[in-house]
């Protein structure tokens, strides 16, 4: 439950420099692959259901600006989905990274499950990126601040998931943990 991710003091948390990151992700997937590769096959429906909403909506015969608008939806729409989608996935392994520190049994569709029990911050969180990344890399002037508040934000799934925040102080907390690093 999400009450007991955000109190326990998981041995996630603990730092560790880049090797040990990398040597313990690799353990933890390559000792889990049935796990792991369950929680990433879930993007597959969600970019099916990206590549069929684009294609539908550039099949429409336009032409000039109407044909110009529907392309600019597909986009706005992908990108949307693909920024969700990913939200997800971040979510649902985080929380089963948590059930494994637990030593307690997960497979993919637990920790969809347990991911989705905070759906609002999540959604909410990742909404907020994706308004703000479509609003920047519009223009193209304001790509390099959409990849700066990327990767700001890119703890705010976990955030939300492990210490049980909402929207707006996921994106906070994120920012912090991420700040200067």
């Known amino acids: 439950l999400p009450g007991e991710l955000a109190h326990r003091p998981a041995d996630l948390g603990r730092r560790r420099a880049w090797g040990q990151v990398l040597s313990s992700a690799s353990r933890m997937y390559i000792g889990r692959p049935l796990l792991f590769?369950?929680?990433?096959?879930?993007?597959?429906?969600?970019?099916?259901?990206?590549?069929?909403?684009?294609?539908?909506?550039?099949?429409?015969?336009?032409?000039?600006?109407?044909?110009?608008?529907?392309?600019?939806?597909?986009?706005?729409?992908?990108?949307?989905?693909?920024?969700?989608?990913?939200?997800?996935?971040?979510?649902?392994?985080?929380?089963?990274?948590?059930?494994?520190?637990?030593?307690?049994?997960?497979?993919?569709?637990?920790?969809?499950?347990?991911?989705?029990?905070?759906?609002?911050a999540l959604l909410g969180a990742s909404g907020l990126l994706a308004a703000a990344w479509i609003t920047l890399t519009a223009t193209g002037i304001g790509i390099p601040i959409a990849v700066w508040l990327g990767v700001r934000w890119a703890l705010a799934a976990q955030v939300v998931e492990v210490e049980g925040h909402r929207a707006v102080n996921a994106l906070r907390r994120s920012g912090a943990l991420v700040g200067g690093r």
């Open 37 to 120: 590769r369950g929680i990433g096959l879930m993007l597959i429906p969600i970019v099916l259901v990206i590549t069929l909403i684009q294609g539908l909506l550039i099949a429409v015969d336009g032409d000039g600006e109407g044909a110009g608008a529907l392309v600019l939806m597909a986009v706005l729409i992908g990108t949307t989905l693909t920024l969700l989608g990913l939200a997800l996935v971040q979510a649902a392994t985080v929380c089963a990274l948590v059930r494994v520190d637990e030593e307690s049994d997960v497979n993919p569709i637990d920790a969809y499950r347990l991911a989705l029990t905070r759906a609002r």
